[in-house]
C-alpha cells in the first residue's frame, strides 16, 4: 500500500493511493499514519480489505492539496553516515568499520514538497537524497539482518538535508548542522515493506535547479538496510514509527569541486526512490 497524510500542517489526514492513482480517505478507518497503526496488524488489515472493496473509501480531490509528511507522531530519526562507497569516496574518508550514527529530531520533518529554510548565515546547505526505513515492531537485540527486515513496516523518500559548515567545522557533533528547521522533507508515501521486497535494489536520484547531481543506487550501500535496523536494535530500542536514514550516494555539493555548488535561497531541489515518490523543494531564507 502506498500511504500518505494531506492536509494543512499540522491538520493532515490520513488517506491512500490507490493502484490506479486515485486519492482515497482513510479517515473513516484510522485516526492517522503513526507508530500505532503500523503496529496494529487488525488495523492494517481493515485498510487493505478497503483498500480492495470499490466505493468503501471515498476519492480525494487532488487539486491544490498538501501532502504532509506521511507519518504521523514520529518516535525518533536515526541517521547513518557513510553509508555508501561511492559518497565514502567522494569524501575522502576511509570506510567505517561500524554504521556512523546522529540523529534528527521529528520537529525537523515537512512534507515532500514544503519549503526547505536555509539558515541564517549558512554558505554551506547542502542536498542528500536517501531511502528511509519506518518501524513496524520493536526491535530490541535483534540477531539477525533477517530479523531487521521483518520489522520495517515500509520505506519512504527522505531528504537529509545538512549544513556541512555547522556539522564538521563548529566543532561537537554532527546533529548541529542536520537539525535546522525544515531539514528532513519526507514522503511523499509510505509504501508498505511488501511492495519493497528488495530494498538493496532501489534507485534514488536528485536534481539542483533541473541538473541531475546524484544517480545512484542502494546497492551501493555499506550497510544494508537489515544489517542497520539489527545493529541499532543492540544500541537503542526501535519502536514503531521510529525512522530510520539510511545514508546517501555520492554527488553532494560538499563533493564537488571549488566552487562548491551549496544550495542558496531559489534554488530548487527535486528527488525520488525509485517506486517511493517524488520530493520537489523551493528553498527561501530562514
Given at each position: 500500500m502506498k500511504l500518505l497524510r494531506v492536509g494543512t500542517a499540522g491538520a493532515e489526514r490520513p488517506a491512500l493511493l490507490d493502484r490506479d492513482g486515485t486519492l482515497r480517505d482513510l479517515s473513516g478507518i484510522v485516526p492517522d499514519i503513526d507508530g500505532d497503526l503500523l503496529a496494529d496488524a487488525s488495523a492494517l488489515a481493515r485498510v487493505r480489505a478497503a483498500a480492495a472493496s470499490p466505493g468503501v473509501l471515498p476519492a480525494l480531490d487532488a487539486t491544490g492539496l498538501r501532502i504532509g509528511p506521511p507519518l504521523g507522531r514520529i518516535g525518533k530519526i536515526v541517521c547513518i553516515g557513510l553509508n555508501y562507497h561511492d559518497h565514502a569516496a567522494e569524501a575522502g574518508a576511509e570506510i567505517p568499520a561500524e554504521p556512523i550514527l546522529f540523529f534528527k529530531a521529528p520537529d525537523t520533518v515537512v512534507g515532500p514538497d514544503d519549503t526547505v529554510l536555509v539558515p541564517r548565515g549558512s554558505r554551506k546547505t547542502d542536498w542528500e537524497v536517501e531511502l528511509a526505513v519506518v518501524i513496524g515492531r520493536t526491535a530490541r537485540y535483534l540477531e539477525t539482518a533477517e530479523l531487521g527486515l521483518a520489522h520495517i513496516a515500509g520505506y519512504a523518500t527522505a531528504h537529509d538535508v545538512s549544513e556541512r559548515e555547522y556539522q564538521i567545522e563548529r566543532g561537537g557533533t554532527w546533529d548541529k548542522g542536520k537539525n535546522c528547521e525544515t531539514f528532513n522533507p519526507l514522503g511523499p508515501w509510505l509504501v508498505t515493506a511488501d511492495e519493497v521486497p528488495d530494498p538493496q535494489a532501489l534507485p534514488l536520484r536528485l536534481w539542483v535547479n533541473g541538473e541531475l547531481r546524484q544517480d545512484g543506487t542502494t546497492?551501493?550501500?555499506?550497510?544494508?538496510?537489515?544489517?542497520?535496523?539489527?545493529?541499532?536494535?543492540?544500541?537503542?530500542?526501535?519502536?514503531?514509527?521510529?525512522?530510520?536514514?539510511?545514508?546517501?550516494p555520492a554527488g553532494v555539493a560538499m563533493g564537488q569541486p571549488e566552487p562548491k555548488p551549496y544550495l542558496r535561497a531559489g534554488d530548487v531541489v527535486e528527488l525520488e526512490v525509485e517506486g517511493l515518490g517524488r520530493q520537489r523543494q523551493q528553498l527561501k531564507a530562514a
Amino acid at each position: 500500500m502506498k500511504l500518505l497524510r494531506v492536509g494543512t500542517a499540522g491538520a493532515e489526514r490520513p488517506a491512500l493511493l490507490d493502484r490506479d492513482g486515485t486519492l482515497r480517505d482513510l479517515s473513516g478507518i484510522v485516526p492517522d499514519i503513526d507508530g500505532d497503526l503500523l503496529a496494529d496488524a487488525s488495523a492494517l488489515a481493515r485498510v487493505r480489505a478497503a483498500a480492495a472493496s470499490p466505493g468503501v473509501l471515498p476519492a480525494l480531490d487532488a487539486t491544490g492539496l498538501r501532502i504532509g509528511p506521511p507519518l504521523g507522531r514520529i518516535g525518533k530519526i536515526v541517521c547513518i553516515g557513510l553509508n555508501y562507497h561511492d559518497h565514502a569516496a567522494e569524501a575522502g574518508a576511509e570506510i567505517p568499520a561500524e554504521p556512523i550514527l546522529f540523529f534528527k529530531a521529528p520537529d525537523t520533518v515537512v512534507g515532500p514538497d514544503d519549503t526547505v529554510l536555509v539558515p541564517r548565515g549558512s554558505r554551506k546547505t547542502d542536498w542528500e537524497v536517501e531511502l528511509a526505513v519506518v518501524i513496524g515492531r520493536t526491535a530490541r537485540y535483534l540477531e539477525t539482518a533477517e530479523l531487521g527486515l521483518a520489522h520495517i513496516a515500509g520505506y519512504a523518500t527522505a531528504h537529509d538535508v545538512s549544513e556541512r559548515e555547522y556539522q564538521i567545522e563548529r566543532g561537537g557533533t554532527w546533529d548541529k548542522g542536520k537539525n535546522c528547521e525544515t531539514f528532513n522533507p519526507l514522503g511523499p508515501w509510505l509504501v508498505t515493506a511488501d511492495e519493497v521486497p528488495d530494498p538493496q535494489a532501489l534507485p534514488l536520484r536528485l536534481w539542483v535547479n533541473g541538473e541531475l547531481r546524484q544517480d545512484g543506487t542502494t546497492a551501493e550501500q555499506i550497510f544494508p538496510v537489515g544489517e542497520v535496523v539489527r545493529y541499532l536494535s543492540h544500541f537503542m530500542t526501535l519502536y514503531p514509527g521510529d525512522v530510520i536514514n539510511t545514508g546517501t550516494p555520492a554527488g553532494v555539493a560538499m563533493g564537488q569541486p571549488e566552487p562548491k555548488p551549496y544550495l542558496r535561497a531559489g534554488d530548487v531541489v527535486e528527488l525520488e526512490v525509485e517506486g517511493l515518490g517524488r520530493q520537489r523543494q523551493q528553498l527561501k531564507a530562514a
